[in-house]
């Protein structure tokens, strides 16, 4: 059974601060990792995509991947109240398979 | 279009009902998604097209489920004789490529009662 495990939290941190979300994949092979961002009611919303090891950075948003550890995180720099959401981790189970979804990480940021 | 459309947004069926949920995808996205969520949970794959051709179907959870994509547009999730554990959120998903991330459309909440 190919699995992507998150911590479902919630992780709170204060307006301003560093908040770093952990992704755990369970299948060797994969190759394409991404993050999503979902708000209460809505539907998932692409944030980050990383293919390789090493950091990726976005404007407040940093992807770190580690194939060897198999695992992938999320940074986001100078948290925003409006950051609070559920983070979802996605990742391939093999190339050309549609993605596997963690159940996500409850982010609160408070002001 | 310019983004991944569902519809009906919400939808309730009576027990036993059939019901039938639309996606109409990303214009010249080949491949498309269907997911199903549950409260508090990630998305649960269903089933993929890669333009009409449904290339894994092995997420969806009994043979009441049925998914087409016969133009390679737009995509149809039938469920058959609903039960008290359909009721979820189903996600329908494009990309240009199974490789690609996905845009996701509004979902339908389904409701059986």
């Known amino acids: 059974q190919k699995e992507v495990e998150q911590n479902s939290g919630p992780l709170s941190v204060p307006e301003g601060a560093i908040a770093s979300l952990n992704c755990t994949y369970s299948d060797r092979v994969s190759q394409s990792f991404f993050w999503y961002r979902q708000y209460s009611g809505k539907s998932p919303e692409l944030i980050m995509s990383?293919?390789?090891?090493g950091d990726k950075e976005d404007g407040r948003f940093t992807a770190q991947l580690n194939k060897a550890s198999q695992y992938v995180s999320l940074l986001i720099r100078d948290s925003q109240p409006s950051d609070s959401a559920t983070y979802l981790c996605a990742v391939d189970a093999q190339a050309g398979t549609a993605l596997i979804f963690g159940k996500g990480t409850t982010l609160s940021v408070s002001s | 279009g310019a983004g991944v459309s569902q519809s009906p947004r919400y939808k309730v069926a009576k027990r036993g009902q059939d019901v039938a949920l639309r996606c109409d995808p990303i214009?010249?996205?080949?491949?498309l998604f269907w997911y199903q969520q549950a409260l508090g949970q990630g998305p649960e794959f269903l089933t993929y097209f890669q333009n009409e051709a449904q290339l894994d179907k092995s997420g969806l959870p009994s043979d009441r489920f049925f998914a087409e994509r016969p133009e390679g547009s737009v995509s149809t999730l039938k469920i058959q004789r609903t039960q008290q554990e359909d009721s979820a959120v189903y996600l329908c998903?494009?990309?240009?490529?199974?490789?690609?991330?996905?845009?996701f459309g509004s979902g339908t909440r389904l409701t059986v009662v």
């Open positions: 998903a494009s990309s240009p490529g199974v490789d690609y991330g996905y845009t």
């Open positions: 214009s010249g996205h080949v491949s």
């Open positions: 990383i293919y390789s090891n």
